[in-house]
């Protein structure tokens, strides 16, 4: 079954304004990863939490992660139209020492100038 | 640039045609992935290599052959293939494959079309 899914599918919202975005796991984790991929384009990683820290900031990006709910958000705060982009949470599998990242279907949010 | 590059950026083939990707890294890495994208579902991971060696192979059927000459070079093989492996193919490379740094780095991609 599938990892990480993102909720909601797809974000529609205007330039400033916030955006948040859901993503949850089933199994345990080392890490969760947020990328970023322009359309056609790829991934581009943008932070990584672990599995002991609750929050991280990066610029505008704010990441939580709740183990107990196995979730994590993304929140990008006074979003740009160059934020519109598709955005996948990835987790890694403690156990799993070959590298495999687990990959949601993503968020595709769409900012409006 | 993510220092990860790849090549060819677009590629038609016909179903009985035997092409390659390539993919280089130039981060000093140690791990190397390929990966498929299809419209509308997940990335799915197709390879892992590691100091050259593969790790992991996703049920990927043969008409996709790996090879891994080093740790800076990937090849993604392509013979015989069928119209469902129109997508794009990507590559990534990460320092180590375990742990709590394995963040991976991404080339631009190789839309693949199959005709």
């Known amino acids: 079954s599938q990892q990480g899914e993102e909720d909601p599918q797809a974000l529609s919202i205007q330039e400033g304004e916030n955006a948040t975005m859901n993503c949850s796991y089933k199994?345990?984790?080392?890490?969760l990863q947020w990328y970023r991929q322009n359309s056609g384009r790829g991934l581009v990683h943008l932070i990584l939490?672990?599995?002991?820290?609750r929050e991280k900031h990066s610029g505008r990006l704010r990441v939580t992660l709740d183990t107990s709910k196995k979730s994590s958000s993304l929140l990008i705060t006074a979003s740009r139209a160059a934020d519109t982009a598709s955005y996948f949470c990835a987790t890694a599998d403690p156990y799993n020492q070959g590298g495999k990242l687990i990959f949601g279907q993503g968020t595709e949010l769409s900012v409006k100038p | 640039e993510t220092g990860v590059t790849q090549t060819p950026r677009h590629l038609v083939m016909g179903m009985t045609n035997k092409k390659s990707l390539k993919c280089e890294q130039h981060?000093?890495?140690?791990?190397m992935y390929w990966y498929k994208q299809s419209a509308k579902k997940p990335l799915e991971l197709m390879f892992v290599y590691n100091f050259k060696e593969q790790t992991e192979n996703n049920s990927v059927p043969s008409r996709f052959s790996p090879e891994c000459p080093n740790s800076s070079h990937l090849f993604l093989h392509l013979h015989t293939l069928q119209p469902e492996d129109s997508a794009l193919y990507l590559c990534?490379?990460?320092?180590?494959?375990?742990?709590?740094?394995?963040?991976?780095?991404f080339g631009p991609g190789t839309r693949l079309t199959v005709l």
């Open positions: 939490i672990r599995s002991n820290e």
């Open positions: 199994t345990s984790i080392n890490n």
């Open positions: 990534a490379s990460s320092q180590q494959t375990s742990g709590k740094n394995n963040e991976q780095f």
């Open positions: 981060l000093g890495h140690n791990a």
